[in-house]
């Protein structure tokens, strides 16, 4: 297993650059990669078996012990995101297609590799956690809606089919992957240690199916789509940032919205587009999975300098008084 465990260190820390060459692969080739279409749904439903693997009720805490910054970033999360998509795909006079997209990944849970973010960035960790694992147990009712509320405006959408969708692709491997965790720890362990390669090869895997099966489309508007995903992203980011500060919470709690808000689980609007709407709808979740992986590695490294002036201004009176 220590060799499995080094190789997946490995593919963890190149996953953006394994996705950016297999795209490239996916476009200039596509019908080699066409027929991975046909399996994104059970390929997202790996990812989500492996995080739950990772789950521990001990990650719900924060959920008890602060509920309202929780109920803050979860609020954030759903709000923000969804409203900036619709306004972007508004202002910008979209494409219905490329619209249903963007509002799609917009109204997705938390990304599963935002955690991963909040740490390097020094921020709140276990508030980032609870945020995440709540918004994507809300998904199955609060996604559905969202798109309701935003797209019908483009597409005729059906609630009660997307909600089946999201507890089969999210809720159900999620919850197989707490039990087994919960009755076969050691394996279990040993088994989650093998999980970063086997997403890694998953979310690459899904993202030139999606490229494949819109290569004609995306020749046409693929640096829109990118454009827009790079504003939605970034826009998410620093909402997010000042609604936490707005909100009264410390840098930690800051830095750990931002990330909540402005990372999607971009691997379950690709199968939501893929299932119910077009191939086309599936590319700016496809994107977002590649950007928000680049600007959240950025944006972490910009909040690990970052210091929280209340704290060193506390610190410093209590030494003039001492």
């Known amino acids: 297993m220590g060799f499995i465990e080094k190789i997946s260190s490995i593919a963890g820390k190149t996953f953006t650059l394994w996705v950016l060459v297999f795209a490239a692969v996916a476009y200039i080739l596509p019908e080699h990669f066409v027929w991975i279409g046909n399996y994104i749904v059970p390929l997202l439903g790996i990812v989500m078996f492996g995080m739950g693997l990772t789950l521990e009720l001990s990650d719900f805490k924060e ?101 089946l969708s999201i507890v089969q692709v999210v809720i159900i491997p999620l919850v197989l992957g707490f039990v087994v965790k919960r009755f076969f720890g050691k394996q279990a362990k040993a088994g989650a240690k ?15 199916a999606v490229v494949a099966g819109s290569a004609d489309r995306l020749a046409e508007t693929g640096l829109l789509i990118f454009g827009v995903v790079i504003l939605h992203n970034v826009l998410g980011f620093l909402i997010g940032f000042f609604f936490a500060r707005l909100c009264g919470m410390d840098l930690a709690k800051q830095k750990a919205v931002a990330m909540e808000v402005g990372m999607q689980n971009s691997g379950l609007g690709v199968a939501i587009a893929t299932a119910h709407f077009s191939p086309l709808a599936a590319v700016p979740s496809a994107i977002f999975s590649v950007w928000h992986n680049l600007s959240g590695s950025v944006l972490a490294n910009i909040f690990s300098r970052m210091k929280d002036k209340t704290k060193t201004d506390t610190s410093v009176n209590n030494k003039l008084h001492v």
Do not use: Y
Not at 194 to 208: C, D, K, R, T
């Open 194 to 208: 093998a999980m970063p390669l086997v997403s890694v090869i998953a979310i690459v895997l899904i993202v030139a």
């Open 63 to 163: 959920v008890f012990t602060r509920p309202k910054d929780v109920a803050l970033g979860v609020i954030g999360h759903f709000v923000i995101m969804p409203l900036l998509a619709f306004l972007l795909a508004v202002g910008l006079n979209l494409p219905s297609e490329i619209a249903v997209g963007v509002i799609l990944v917009g109204c997705c849970p938390s990304g599963t590799a935002s955690n991963v973010m909040v740490f390097l960035a020094r921020g709140n960790v276990a508030l980032a956690v609870a945020i995440a694992s709540v918004s994507t147990i809300l998904a199955p009712i609060v996604t559905p809606l969202l798109i309701l509320l935003f797209a019908s405006k483009w597409i005729q959408i059906s609630v009660g089919s997307l909600f």
